[in-house]
């Protein structure tokens, strides 16, 4: 699936003369459509693997488990998915603060796709053994959700980022020869006889660190539901595949989500508290589920209804 993202999903070389005028004149961004199409087949594609998976264990282990196991990764497939959206919000920041064009996003959101998979394999691995080991680990995990939600809530995602005073970014700068201008889809370049980053480098490395950033809120957020490691890993994967795919077509609907980030305080709050009650009452998978997918729906209602009355209104 990932062969079939990469090289589906993509678009010709763009010569290392390049500049960014010229990248933007000869490239044309991705369509909504096309991204619209691309994420319908990758939503289409988990649907397929969740049917699969019932199949599987309803027939080797039961239609109980078979229920069970297959709720608890559409659960989870739907928790990493909009977490993800939140996430798609930070790279058109760090891709607007560098002025990096479509053209040769798409070549960024590939390798941070690829560092995302690694990054979060090893840690959802990681949480697992924790998991096993020490079990009271959880109640951390909850106790952190539920501050992460009570700061969604209180609007600390509206609080604005200054990338140029990023301790990360100034390190970098003074630590790595950085070119000035883009080097076509360059992530080093050898000039008089040195070794340059380019802009591009500077911006996978934000992308990446970002990618850790939301999976330390998200991969608990799954653990809640499920401590299963097949379930919260292949569920991570398959929010993951199609990210770039998502990301365009969010791209174009960024201003529409105002209300997003208190759907997803609601939710987090909701897991966290969930997570912390484990011995006092078990959330039903099925309750889990259903609530956030209320909340998911009525979350998007209101931001519709927002953006068609606020018209000139941002996020």
Known sequence: MLLI?????????????????????QHQPVSIKLAALWSIAWVSVSALFAGGLWWYLNANLGT????????????????EKSLAIDNVFVWLMIFGAFAVPPALQRRILLYGVIGAIVLRTIFILA???????????????????????????????DEPVDLEEM???????????????????????????????????????????????????????????????FIVLSANLFAI?????????????????????????????????????????HVPIAASLSFIAIVLVITALMSWRYAKNNPQAQI
């Open 5 to 25: 993202d990469f090289l589906g999903f993509k678009h010709k070389d763009i010569p290392e003369s390049s500049n960014v005028d010229v990248v933007k004149n």
């Open 167 to 229: 301790k990360l970014l100034k390190w970098l700068r003074r630590h790595m020869r950085i070119t000035p201008t883009m080097r076509g889809e360059k992530f080093l370049v050898r000039e008089n006889g040195l070794l340059w980053a380019t802009p591009m480098l500077v911006v996978l490395i934000l992308v990446e660190i970002s990618d850790v950033i939301f999976a330390v809120d998200s991969i608990p957020a799954i653990f809640a539901i499920t401590t299963d490691p």
């Open 64 to 79: 109980a488990v078979a229920n069970q196991k297959t709720l608890e990764f559409v659960t989870g497939y739907l928790i």
């Open 241 to 281: 595949l199609g990210l770039r795919a998502m990301f365009f077509l969010l791209a174009g609907a960024a201003a529409t989500m105002h209300y997003l980030p208190y759907g997803l305080g609601v939710i987090m709050t909701f897991i966290g508290i969930k997570m912390l009650l484990l011995e006092v009452y």
């Open 127 to 157: 949480g697992a053994w924790l998991i096993q080991e020490f079990s009271w680990i959880l109640y951390i995990f909850g106790a952190f959700l539920v501050y992460t939600g009570y700061k969604f809530l209180k609007g600390g995602h």
